[in-house]
Antibody, heavy 117, light 109 residues
Framework: EVQLVESGGGLVQPGGSLRLSCAASGFTFSSYWMHWARQAPGKGLVWVSRINSDGSTTNYADSVKGRFTISRDNAKNTLYLQMNSLRAEDTAVYYC??????????WGQGTLVTVSS | EIVLTQSPGTLSLSPGERATLSCRASQSVSSSYLAWYQQKPGQAPRLLIYGASNRATGIPDRFSGSGSGTDFTLTISRLEPEDFAVYYCQQYGGSLLYTFGQGTRLEIK
Protein backbone atom coordinates (compact mmCIF):
# COMPACT_ATOMS: atom_id res chain seq x y z
CA GLU A 1 0.00 0.00 0.00
CA VAL A 2 1.33 3.41 -0.97
CA GLN A 3 1.80 5.68 2.03
CA LEU A 4 2.93 9.29 2.15
CA VAL A 5 3.32 10.88 5.57
CA GLU A 6 4.12 14.57 5.91
CA SER A 7 5.67 16.19 8.96
CA GLY A 8 7.37 19.42 9.98
CA GLY A 9 4.48 21.85 9.89
CA GLY A 10 3.78 24.33 12.65
CA LEU A 11 3.58 27.98 13.62
CA VAL A 12 6.31 30.27 12.29
CA GLN A 13 6.74 34.03 12.26
CA PRO A 14 6.73 36.01 9.02
CA GLY A 15 10.20 35.89 7.49
CA GLY A 16 10.96 32.60 9.18
CA SER A 17 11.86 29.19 7.80
CA LEU A 18 10.47 25.69 8.02
CA ARG A 19 11.38 22.35 6.46
CA LEU A 20 8.67 19.87 5.61
CA SER A 21 9.31 16.16 5.14
CA CYS A 22 7.31 13.48 3.39
CA ALA A 23 8.15 9.85 4.20
CA ALA A 24 7.18 7.47 1.42
CA SER A 25 6.58 3.73 1.59
CA GLY A 26 4.86 0.97 -0.33
CA PHE A 27 6.36 1.82 -3.73
CA THR A 28 9.72 2.36 -5.40
CA PHE A 29 10.19 5.98 -4.38
CA SER A 30 13.26 6.52 -6.55
CA SER A 31 11.25 5.81 -9.70
CA TYR A 32 8.70 8.59 -9.34
CA TRP A 33 8.50 12.31 -9.77
CA MET A 34 7.09 13.86 -6.60
CA HIS A 35 5.18 17.04 -5.88
CA TRP A 36 4.12 19.46 -3.18
CA ALA A 37 0.74 21.15 -3.28
CA ARG A 38 -0.99 23.36 -0.74
CA GLN A 39 -4.44 24.43 0.34
CA ALA A 40 -5.09 27.60 2.31
CA PRO A 41 -7.85 27.32 4.93
CA GLY A 42 -11.23 27.11 3.18
CA LYS A 43 -9.65 27.56 -0.24
CA GLY A 44 -8.78 25.43 -3.25
CA LEU A 45 -5.75 23.40 -4.21
CA VAL A 46 -2.57 25.02 -5.53
CA TRP A 47 0.44 23.25 -6.99
CA VAL A 48 3.73 24.33 -5.40
CA SER A 49 6.68 22.36 -6.72
CA ARG A 50 7.89 19.15 -8.34
CA ILE A 51 11.09 17.14 -8.53
CA ASN A 52 12.11 14.39 -10.88
CA SER A 53 13.04 10.90 -9.81
CA ASP A 54 16.78 11.48 -9.27
CA GLY A 55 16.47 15.03 -7.98
CA SER A 56 18.22 16.68 -10.90
CA THR A 57 15.19 18.65 -12.16
CA THR A 58 12.94 20.91 -10.11
CA ASN A 59 10.12 23.33 -10.91
CA TYR A 60 8.23 25.85 -8.81
CA ALA A 61 5.10 27.93 -8.85
CA ASP A 62 5.87 31.62 -9.36
CA SER A 63 4.51 32.41 -5.90
CA VAL A 64 7.27 30.41 -4.16
CA LYS A 65 10.14 30.63 -6.64
CA GLY A 66 13.34 31.80 -4.95
CA ARG A 67 11.95 31.12 -1.46
CA PHE A 68 11.15 27.39 -1.45
CA THR A 69 13.45 24.50 -2.35
CA ILE A 70 12.29 20.97 -3.09
CA SER A 71 14.70 18.07 -2.63
CA ARG A 72 14.69 14.34 -2.02
CA ASP A 73 16.78 11.60 -0.45
CA ASN A 74 16.08 8.37 -2.32
CA ALA A 75 18.12 6.36 0.17
CA LYS A 76 15.73 7.49 2.90
CA ASN A 77 12.58 7.47 0.73
CA THR A 78 11.92 11.02 1.79
CA LEU A 79 10.83 14.20 0.03
CA TYR A 80 11.54 17.64 1.46
CA LEU A 81 10.37 21.21 1.08
CA GLN A 82 12.59 23.91 2.54
CA MET A 83 10.54 27.06 2.99
CA ASN A 84 12.31 30.38 3.63
CA SER A 85 11.12 33.99 3.89
CA LEU A 86 7.67 32.76 4.82
CA ARG A 87 4.70 35.09 4.41
CA ALA A 88 1.20 35.11 5.84
CA GLU A 89 -0.11 34.00 2.45
CA ASP A 90 1.93 30.80 2.71
CA THR A 91 -0.39 29.63 5.49
CA ALA A 92 -1.89 26.38 4.26
CA VAL A 93 -2.04 22.62 4.57
CA TYR A 94 0.88 21.26 2.56
CA TYR A 95 0.48 17.92 0.81
CA CYS A 96 3.06 15.74 -0.84
CA UNK A 97 1.79 13.74 -3.79
CA UNK A 98 3.06 11.15 -6.23
CA UNK A 99 3.07 12.00 -9.91
CA UNK A 100 1.03 9.92 -12.33
CA UNK A 101 0.43 10.78 -15.97
CA UNK A 102 0.12 14.52 -15.44
CA UNK A 103 -1.93 14.05 -12.27
CA UNK A 104 -1.36 13.05 -8.65
CA UNK A 105 -2.42 9.54 -7.77
CA UNK A 106 -1.51 9.34 -4.09
CA TRP A 107 -1.51 12.11 -1.50
CA GLY A 108 -0.33 12.37 2.07
CA GLN A 109 -2.65 13.51 4.84
CA GLY A 110 -1.11 16.98 4.85
CA THR A 111 0.73 19.12 7.38
CA LEU A 112 -0.44 22.57 8.47
CA VAL A 113 1.88 25.54 8.19
CA THR A 114 0.74 28.73 9.91
CA VAL A 115 2.68 31.95 9.32
CA SER A 116 1.74 34.52 11.93
CA SER A 117 3.26 36.82 14.48
CA GLU B 1 -1.43 30.58 -18.06
CA ILE B 2 -4.31 28.10 -18.35
CA VAL B 3 -7.20 28.97 -16.06
CA LEU B 4 -9.75 26.28 -15.21
CA THR B 5 -13.28 27.44 -14.35
CA GLN B 6 -15.62 24.95 -12.74
CA SER B 7 -19.39 25.20 -12.72
CA PRO B 8 -21.62 25.26 -10.91
CA GLY B 9 -19.98 26.48 -7.71
CA THR B 10 -22.45 24.45 -5.67
CA LEU B 11 -24.68 21.62 -6.86
CA SER B 12 -27.57 20.45 -4.67
CA LEU B 13 -28.86 16.98 -5.51
CA SER B 14 -30.39 13.96 -3.82
CA PRO B 15 -28.95 10.45 -3.51
CA GLY B 16 -29.77 8.43 -6.61
CA GLU B 17 -29.73 11.45 -8.90
CA ARG B 18 -27.24 12.12 -11.68
CA ALA B 19 -24.56 14.79 -11.19
CA THR B 20 -22.89 16.65 -14.03
CA LEU B 21 -19.90 18.86 -13.17
CA SER B 22 -18.22 21.12 -15.72
CA CYS B 23 -14.61 22.27 -16.10
CA ARG B 24 -13.82 24.85 -18.76
CA ALA B 25 -10.25 25.83 -19.69
CA SER B 26 -9.15 29.26 -20.89
CA GLN B 27 -7.22 27.56 -23.69
CA SER B 28 -7.01 24.07 -25.09
CA VAL B 29 -5.83 21.37 -22.71
CA SER B 30 -4.38 18.05 -23.75
CA SER B 31 -6.95 15.38 -22.92
CA SER B 32 -4.08 13.26 -21.69
CA TYR B 33 -3.54 15.71 -18.88
CA LEU B 34 -6.94 16.54 -17.44
CA ALA B 35 -7.80 15.01 -14.08
CA TRP B 36 -10.60 15.10 -11.50
CA TYR B 37 -10.33 14.77 -7.72
CA GLN B 38 -12.74 14.34 -4.85
CA GLN B 39 -12.04 15.93 -1.48
CA LYS B 40 -14.00 15.42 1.72
CA PRO B 41 -13.64 17.70 4.77
CA GLY B 42 -10.39 17.13 6.64
CA GLN B 43 -9.10 14.69 4.04
CA ALA B 44 -6.59 14.77 1.24
CA PRO B 45 -7.82 14.86 -2.35
CA ARG B 46 -8.44 11.52 -4.06
CA LEU B 47 -7.76 11.00 -7.75
CA LEU B 48 -10.91 9.92 -9.58
CA ILE B 49 -10.21 10.43 -13.27
CA TYR B 50 -7.00 10.96 -15.25
CA GLY B 51 -6.48 11.52 -18.95
CA ALA B 52 -9.96 13.06 -19.08
CA SER B 53 -11.78 9.71 -19.10
CA ASN B 54 -9.76 7.02 -17.31
CA ARG B 55 -10.90 5.94 -13.88
CA ALA B 56 -8.16 5.70 -11.28
CA THR B 57 -7.58 2.48 -9.38
CA GLY B 58 -10.51 1.51 -7.18
CA ILE B 59 -12.88 4.20 -8.43
CA PRO B 60 -16.48 2.96 -8.91
CA ASP B 61 -17.85 2.94 -12.44
CA ARG B 62 -20.60 5.41 -11.54
CA PHE B 63 -17.86 8.04 -11.99
CA SER B 64 -17.04 8.93 -15.58
CA GLY B 65 -15.13 11.69 -17.31
CA SER B 66 -15.45 13.10 -20.81
CA GLY B 67 -14.52 16.06 -22.95
CA SER B 68 -11.71 17.53 -24.98
CA GLY B 69 -10.14 20.85 -25.91
CA THR B 70 -11.54 23.38 -23.45
CA ASP B 71 -14.64 21.62 -22.12
CA PHE B 72 -14.56 18.67 -19.75
CA THR B 73 -17.24 16.95 -17.68
CA LEU B 74 -17.33 14.70 -14.65
CA THR B 75 -20.51 12.67 -14.38
CA ILE B 76 -21.67 10.68 -11.38
CA SER B 77 -24.44 8.45 -12.67
CA ARG B 78 -26.28 7.68 -9.44
CA LEU B 79 -25.24 9.59 -6.35
CA GLU B 80 -24.37 7.62 -3.24
CA PRO B 81 -24.32 9.32 0.20
CA GLU B 82 -20.51 9.15 0.25
CA ASP B 83 -20.25 11.12 -3.01
CA PHE B 84 -21.17 14.45 -1.44
CA ALA B 85 -17.89 16.33 -1.36
CA VAL B 86 -15.90 18.99 -3.23
CA TYR B 87 -14.64 18.12 -6.70
CA TYR B 88 -11.65 19.69 -8.45
CA CYS B 89 -10.43 19.48 -12.01
CA GLN B 90 -6.72 19.83 -12.73
CA GLN B 91 -4.60 20.20 -15.84
CA TYR B 92 -0.93 19.75 -16.66
CA GLY B 93 0.69 21.94 -19.26
CA GLY B 94 1.17 25.59 -20.02
CA SER B 95 3.49 28.03 -18.32
CA LEU B 96 2.24 27.32 -14.79
CA LEU B 97 2.66 23.57 -15.31
CA TYR B 98 -0.21 22.43 -13.06
CA THR B 99 -3.41 24.31 -12.29
CA PHE B 100 -6.61 23.39 -10.46
CA GLY B 101 -10.13 24.66 -10.87
CA GLN B 102 -11.72 26.44 -7.94
CA GLY B 103 -13.90 23.44 -7.08
CA THR B 104 -17.55 22.43 -7.19
CA ARG B 105 -19.28 21.63 -3.91
CA LEU B 106 -21.75 18.77 -4.28
CA GLU B 107 -24.22 18.95 -1.42
CA ILE B 108 -27.23 16.92 -0.34
CA LYS B 109 -30.53 18.52 -1.28
Amino acid sequence: EVQLVESGGGLVQPGGSLRLSCAASGFTFSSYWMHWARQAPGKGLVWVSRINSDGSTTNYADSVKGRFTISRDNAKNTLYLQMNSLRAEDTAVYYCARAFSGSFDNWGQGTLVTVSS
Amino acid sequence: EIVLTQSPGTLSLSPGERATLSCRASQSVSSSYLAWYQQKPGQAPRLLIYGASNRATGIPDRFSGSGSGTDFTLTISRLEPEDFAVYYCQQYGGSLLYTFGQGTRLEIK
